[in-house]
C-alpha cells in the first residue's frame, strides 16, 4: 500500500489472544466500527501479521502460549513498534503497573465490555495521532542538558549522540515537562496537558510512565532531570531552548 493510500485507510488493529472464541468477538465488535482487525493466537502468528501489515495497535492478551504477554510488550515497546493495549485476567493493581511499566499504553482487566474497550483504542489511538502530527509549537527541537527532542519526529537523542526511543506516554510527558521547565506540575496537571484529562487514566500510571522516563534521561545524564516534591508533583529541573 502506497503512503497516499495508507493515510485513508482504517487503522489496523492486531487482536493477540489464544481463546479463539473471544478473539473473534472482539474482532467482529471493532469491525462494526470502523477498523480492520486481525487476529493471532500466538507470539509466532503475531510476527507474521507484523511483518505483512502496518499495525497500529496491538490488543495483547497477558496469558499466551509460549511467549507471554508481558515479554511480548516490552519486545514490542522497546523496539518502537505499535500501540499496545494488554489484556488480562489477573485484574490486580501490581499486575497494570507490570504492563505498563514495560510500556504499554494501557491496560485493561478481563472480562472487558466491548464498549469500554473501544473507547481505549479510540483514545490510544488518538493519543499516537497527536504525536506524530503535534500542533504548533515554538521550535521543532528542544535541547536540555545536552539532549535534543525532535517533536516532529519524536526523536529524543543523548548526549552522546545515541537515540533514546520514546512510547507515546513518554514522549507526551516529556514534551509537558519541556513546555514548563522549573515548575512543579501535579499529577492531576500532567495528566490534563499530556493525555487530555482522560477519565481511564489513573494515577499510579502517570508514576510508572515517569519511572521510565527518568530511567532514560538518568542513564544519560549526570544529575537527575526530573525530581519529585512530595505531596506536590513533579519539577523538570533543566534549563530548555528551543531551534
Not at 501489515?53 to 495483547?60: H, N
Amino acid at each position: 500500500m502506497t503512503p497516499a493510500a495508507n493515510a485513508f485507510a482504517a487503522p489496523q488493529i492486531l487482536v493477540v489472544d489464544d481463546d479463539v472464541a473471544l478473539r473473534g468477538a472482539i474482532a467482529d465488535y471493532l469491525s462494526q466500527h470502523g477498523y480492520e482487525v486481525i487476529q493471532a493466537g500466538d507470539a509466532t502468528a503475531m510476527e507474521r501479521a507484523l511483518a505483512v501489515a502496518s499495525i497500529d495497535l496491538i490488543v495483547l492478551d497477558l496469558m499466551l502460549p509460549g511467549e507471554d504477554g508481558l515479554s511480548i510488550c516490552r519486545r514490542i515497546a522497546d523496539g518502537g513498534g505499535p500501540a499496545i493495549i494488554m489484556l488480562s485476567a489477573m485484574g490486580e493493581e501490581i499486575d497494570r503497573i507490570l504492563g505498563l511499566e514495560l510500556g504499554a499504553d494501557d491496560y485493561l482487566a478481563k472480562p472487558c465490555s466491548p464498549r469500554e474497550l473501544l473507547a481505549r483504542v479510540r483514545a490510544v489511538l488518538r493519543r499516537r495521532e497527536e504525536v506524530r502530527t503535534p500542533g504548533p509549537v515554538k521550535g521543532k527541537a528542544c535541547h536540555f542538558l545536552g539532549f535534543t527532542l525532535d517533536q516532529v519526529r519524536r526523536q529524543l537523542r543523548a548526549p552522546n549522540g545515541v537515540s533514546i526511543l520514546l512510547t507515546a506516554g513518554e514522549f507526551s510527558l516529556l514534551s509537558v515537562f519541556l513546555d514548563h521547565p522549573q515548575r512543579i506540575l501535579s499529577r492531576d496537571e500532567l495528566i490534563e496537558r499530556a493525555r487530555g484529562g482522560e477519565a481511564d487514566v489513573f494515577d499510579r500510571a502517570i508514576d510508572v510512565q515517569i519511572s521510565r522516563l527518568r530511567r532514560k534521561l538518568h542513564d544519560c545524564a549526570p544529575d537527575e532531570v526530573i525530581k519529585t516534591y512530595r505531596g506536590a508533583g513533579y519539577l523538570f529541573d533543566a534549563k530548555v531552548t528551543r531551534s
